[in-house]
């Protein structure tokens, strides 16, 4: 039998919620305006994972002779477009939402690089909102993955010194593996709920996935 983790804490883009290709196709949207494409390979290196600000960054960077003086506010638009399809289209797996009211024996977080304004709609449209004994959002730290400051606060909000971290993204990973989480690294949402279910005590799962 595994040992009870002392919490289950999880990414949201990517892991809760089959958003990144939203994230992308807004990403290709705002970029084609200045006539720079961008593919989904490119875009999980520069913007997966991260913070808006650190990706309008890495493209500032790659392209010093542009003027973005308008990136900034197109990154606003941006965001409106992937809560709106996310809230015509609720991105979470059915599995996950009923998997999440299953939980209740175990401290469950949230720990993501998107702003509340993005995400805290999505989940209370999806009835899961209340599932969470804690959740930081992006604005919550001053600095974000893969800096390991949004695992050591979401420790800090559940009470706990360690546990699992469900990610996607490497900065995901890097974050919570330097705050002393174990890793499980999700390939697709659709996955989530039964890799979840693979690690908690009684279930007879494999666990070589577990990273620490």
Not at 103 to 108: D, E, F, H, I, P
Not at 109 to 123: C, F, I, K
Not at 151 to 165: C, D, P, S
Request: contains cysteine; glycine residues 8%.
């Amino acid at each position: 039998m595994h040992e009870m983790p002392e919490a289950l804490v999880f990414d949201y883009d990517g892991v809760l919620a089959d958003t990144e290709v939203l994230h992308w196709k807004s990403w290709v949207a705002v970029l084609s305006r200045y006539g720079i494409p961008l593919t989904w390979q490119e875009y999980c290196r520069i913007g997966r994972g991260i913070g808006d600000a650190q990706t309008c960054q890495i493209i500032r960077k790659r392209e010093p002779t542009r003027d973005f003086a308008e990136l900034s506010r197109e990154n606003v638009e941006r965001k409106r477009m992937v809560r709106e399809w996310s809230l015509a289209e609720i991105p979470i797996p059915e599995a996950t939402i009923q998997l999440l009211a299953t939980l209740s024996a175990y401290r469950v977080g949230l720990v993501t690089s998107s702003e509340r304004a993005q995400v805290e709609p999505v989940l209370r449209a999806a009835g899961i909102y209340e599932q969470f004994n804690a959740i930081v959002f992006g604005e919550d730290v001053t600095v974000q993955k893969p800096a390991p400051d949004p695992y050591l606060l979401i420790a800090q909000k559940l009470g706990v010194q360690t546990g699992i971290a469900f990610e996607d993204s490497e900065a995901g990973v890097e974050s919570a593996r330097a705050a002393g989480f174990k890793v499980i690294r999700i390939e697709q949402p659709k996955e989530l709920a039964k890799l979840v279910t693979q690690v908690l005590p009684g279930q007879g799962g494999p666990v070589a996935s577990v990273q620490k």
